[in-house]
C-alpha cells in the first residue's frame, strides 16, 4: 500500500522561515486574524483529513472507478462519506469571502491545503476543486443577484461547480464553440449544445452542480470574440424552509462517463444541455474574460496538482530505496549482515530520488511566493502594489501549470523506477500516481499551449512589464547576495543562466516577431527555461535561510544541512540542463519546419 505523510515541516519553513508569512499575509487588511499559529492549526488539521481519510481512498477509488447507468453517476464507496466530512470542516469555503459564509484565509492557505488533498487524492481533489473555479468566476464577474443566491451554496458544498468549455470538435481552439444560447423573455437564456470531457459533471457527491457554460448568442460574432459565459444550474434552485434548494431538473442530462487512463474516481462526463436556463455571467461576447478568471486560478491550481503528485511519489519511492535490499554498495558492503544493501546506496537511485525531491522543494517553494503575491493583489491597499502582485502571479501561471505538471508526471516515472517491476503493479500504488499524474499536462490547456501563452501573451504584455516583475526582484535578490562567499556556490551559476535567460527573451522577443514560427518552435524550451531559473531563485532563498540556522546551530534534526545538500543538487545537476536549452532554443525553427508534411 502506498504511504503518504503531509509536508507540514516543508511548508512551515516556506511560509515562516523563508518568506516572512506573517509580514507578507498577515499584515494585509482583513488577515489579521489569519496568523501563523492559525496557519499552522489548519495545516495541522488538513492534513489529518488528508492521511486518514482522502488517502485510504485513492487505491481502491482507483480500482473502482466512477459509474454510469441512465444518467446517473456514482463516485467509488467511501467518496460520499469523505465529502460530507470535507464539508462540514469547512474545507470547501477554506479561502471564500466570509460574506458568503467562507472562512476568508488567505489563497496561499488554500493553495497549500490543495497540494495535501492532491498528494492523498488526486480524483477527489476534482470535485472541491472544480467548485473553487466556479466560485471565482461567479466573484469575479456575476452580478449581484447570481453572486448572492449561488456563492453561498458553493462555499457551503452543498453545490458543487463545473467547467464547461470543451466539445467534440474543439478543445484548444474555443473559437470554434457550437454551444447555443438564446435570450429568453424573462431576462435568463436557454443552452443547447453537448460538452465533452467535463470534470465533476455529474456526480452523487452534492445536491446540485452548477455548470459554467461557453456558449454562442445568435448576435455573435464568429470565433473567440463572440463567446458568452453562462451559469447553467443542474436543478433550478427554488425557495425552500432552509434558503435556496434544488427545484426541478433543468434539461441538464449526463450522456456518458469516459474510461480513462487516470484519476478514475473523478467523473468526466459528456453533458448535454437541451434548452436548459441560464443566466449570462459577464458581459455578453465576452465569455473569454470571464472564462480566463476561473482558467488562471485553475492553471494554478493543476500545477499544485503536479507538485502533489510529485510530492507522494518521491515519498513512497524513498520509503522504498530504503527497505529494498539489491547489490551491494559500489565502495563495499554497508550491510554486512544483510544478505544485500538497501537500494539507496546506488548512486543511480540516488539520482532519481534527488531528480525528484530537488524539484519537487523548488517547485512547493514557488508555489508558496505565488500564492502570496495573490493574496497580496487581492488585499493589499495601494493599487501600484497589487498590479505588481497580479502581473507576477499571471507571468508565473503559465510555468507554473506547465514545469510542475511536467515534473509531476516525471517524479512518478522515476518513482516507478526506483521501484522496478514492483513500480509497474497496481497495488504498490505508484503506477497510479503516473496514470494520474499524465491528465495535467493535457487538461486546463495542453503544456505547449502554456509555452504559447508565456512566449505570446505574456512576454509583450504591457511592453514587457509584466518581466521586470520578475527580472528586477531577481536582479536585486542576486546583487544583494553576490559578495556572500558562502551563498557564491548557489548564487553564480544563477546569475549565469538569469543572464542566458535574459539574452533568449530578447532573442525570442526579436524572432517572433519577424516570424511568429520562431517563437513558436522555441516556446517550450523556453518556458522550461524560466522555469529552472524560477526555481533557481526560489532554492537560493532557502539556501540562504538554511545557512544563517546552520551558522547559528539550530539544525539538531539535520534538517537544514539536507536542505543545502539539496540545493548543491539542484545547483550542479538540475540548473544546467538550461545550457542545452538554450542551444536547442537558438537551433531555431528550421530542424522543426524543414521536413515536408507528406513526409512524417
Ligand atoms: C480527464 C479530463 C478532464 C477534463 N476536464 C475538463 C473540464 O472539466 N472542462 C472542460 O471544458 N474540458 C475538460 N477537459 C478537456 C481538456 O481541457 C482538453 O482535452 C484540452 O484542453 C486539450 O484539448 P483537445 O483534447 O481538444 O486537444 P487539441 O486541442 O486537439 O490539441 C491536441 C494537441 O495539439 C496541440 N495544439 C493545439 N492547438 C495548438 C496551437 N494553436 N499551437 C500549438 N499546439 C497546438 C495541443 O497542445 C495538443 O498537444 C478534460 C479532459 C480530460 C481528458
Known amino acids: ?35 501563523p499559529d492559525v496557519v499552522d492549526a489548519v495545516l495541522e488539521e488538513a492534513a489529518k483529513l488528508c492521511e486518514n481519510e482522502l488517502q485510504p481512498l485513492n487505491l481502491p477509488g482507483d480500482k473502482e472507478g466512477c459509474t454510469y447507468e441512465n444518467g446517473v453517476v456514482r463516485t467509488p464507496k467511501g467518496f460520499k462519506e469523505a465529502y460530507n466530512t470535507f464539508r462540514e470542516g469547512g474545507w470547501t469555503g477554506l479561502t471564500c469571502d466570509p460574506k458568503y459564509g467562507g472562512q476568508g484565509l ?20 476534482m470535485y472541491p476543486g472544480l467548485s473553487h473555479g ?36 474543439c478543445g484548444t481552439d474555443l473559437g470554434m464553440i457550437k454551444t447555443r444560447a438564446v435570450p429568453a423573455d424573462d431576462g435568463s437564456f436557454r443552452i443547447t449544445g453537448t460538452k465533452i470531457f467535463i470534470s465533476a459533471g455529474e456526480h452523487d457527491l452534492t445536491e446540485n452542480i452548477l455548470h459554467l457554460v461557453l456558449a454562442r448568442l445568435p448576435d455573435a460574432p464568429s470565433g473567440i470574440k463572440g463567446i458568452s459565459l453562462f451559469l447553467v444550474p443542474k436543478f433550478l434552485p427554488k425557495k425552500g424552509a432552509n434558503g435556496l434548494e434544488a427545484g426541478p431538473a433543468n434539461g441538464v442530462r449526463c450522456g456518458s462517463i469516459e474510461h480513462k487512463m487516470g484519476i478514475k474516481a473523478s467523473s468526466t462526463c459528456v453533458i448535454n444541455f437541451e434548452d436548459s436556463k441560464g443566466w449570462l455571467v459577464g458581459k455578453k461576447h465576452k465569455g473569454m474574460r470571464a472564462m480566463f478568471a476561473m482558467m488562471n486560478a485553475a492553471r494554478l491550481g493543476v500545477g499544485v496538482q503536479g507538485l502533489a503528485i510529485a510530492e507522494v511519489a518521491y ?20 550491510s554486512p549482515e544483510k544478505p544485500a544493501d538497501s537500494i539507496i546506496v546506488h548512486p543511480d537511485v540516488r539520482r532519481m530520488l534527488l531528480k525528484a525531491r530537488a524539484m519537487t522543494e523548488g517547485a512547493r517553494a514557488l508555489a508558496v511566493w505565488t500564492g502570496m503575491r495573490i493574496d497580496v493583489f487581492v488585499k493589499h491597499p495601494d493599487p501600484a502594489v497589487r498590479q505588481e502582485a497580479d502581473d507576477f502571479v499571471a507571468l508565473m501561471t503559465p510555468i507554473i501549470k506547465a514545469l510542475f505538471t511536467d515534473h509531476g508526471y516525471e517524479s512518478a516515472n522515476l518513482a516507478m523506477q526506483v521501484h522496478g517491476g514492483h513500480g509497474y503493479i497496481h497495488e504498490y500504488g505508484v503506477e497510479q500516481f503516473a496514470r494520474d499524474a499524465r491528465i495535467t499536462q493535457i487538461y486546463e490547456g495542453a503544456n505547449g499551449i502554456q509555452a504559447l501563452d508565456l512566449v505570446g501573451r505574456k512576454l509583450p504584455m504591457g511592453g514587457g512589464r509584466l518581466l521586470r516583475r520578475f527580472f528586477h526582484p531577481m536582479q536585486d535578490f542576486l546583487e544583494q547576495n553576490m559578495a556572500d562567499a558562502a551563498m557564491s556556490e548557489f548564487v553564480s551559476p544563477l546569475v549565469k543562466a538569469f543572464s542566458r535567460l535574459q539574452q533568449l527573451t530578447l532573442w525570442v522577443a526579436q524572432q517572433g516577431m519577424a516570424d511568429p514560427e520562431e517563437a513558436g518552435a522555441a516556446a ?9 531559473v524560477s526555481l533557481g531563485w526560489m532554492w537560493c532563498r532557502m539556501a540562504k535561510v538554511a545557512q544563517e540556522k546552520i551558522a547559528a546551530k539550530a539544525d539538531p534534526e539535520g534538517y537544514y544541512t539536507a536542505k543545502l545538500a539539496t540545493a548543491r543538487f539542484f545547483f550542479q545537476k538540475i540548473l544546467p540542463e538550461t545550457a542545452a536549452l538554450g542551444l536547442s532554443i537558438m537551433a531555431g525553427k528550421k530542424p522543426l519546419m524543414e521536413m515536408q508534411e507528406a513526409a512524417f
Not at 4 to 30: C, D, I, N, Q, W
Not at 111 to 125: D, I, Y
Not at 139 to 163: C, F, R, V
Not at 323 to 329: K, L, M, P, T
Open 1 to 35: 500500500m502506498p504511504v503518504y505523510k503531509a509536508p507540514l515541516k516543508e511548508m512551515r519553513f516556506l511560509f515562516h522561515e523563508v518568506f516572512g508569512f506573517e509580514r507578507e499575509v498577515t499584515s494585509l487588511p482583513g488577515y489579521a486574524e489569519a496568523t
Open 106 to 125: 488567505p489563497k496561499v492557505l488554500g493553495f497549500a491545503v490543495e497540494e495535501l488533498v492532491s498528494s492523498a487524492n488526486m480524483s477527489f481533489g
Open 315 to 334: 515519498q513512497n519511492a524513498a520509503a522504498y530505496a530504503k527497505e529494498r535490499i539489491q547489490g551491494r554498495s559500489l565502495k563495499g558492503a554497508k
Open 134 to 169: 466556479a466560485y471565482n468566476a461567479i466573484e469575479l464577474h456575476a452580478n449581484d443577484d447570481l453572486k448572492n443566491q449561488y456563492l453561498p451554496k458553493l462555499a457551503d458544498g452543498t453545490w458543487s461547480g463545473t467547467m464547461c468549455l470543451t466539445e467534440p470538435h
Open 524 to 532: 517550450s524550451e523556453y518556458l522550461r527555461f524560466f522555469g529552472l
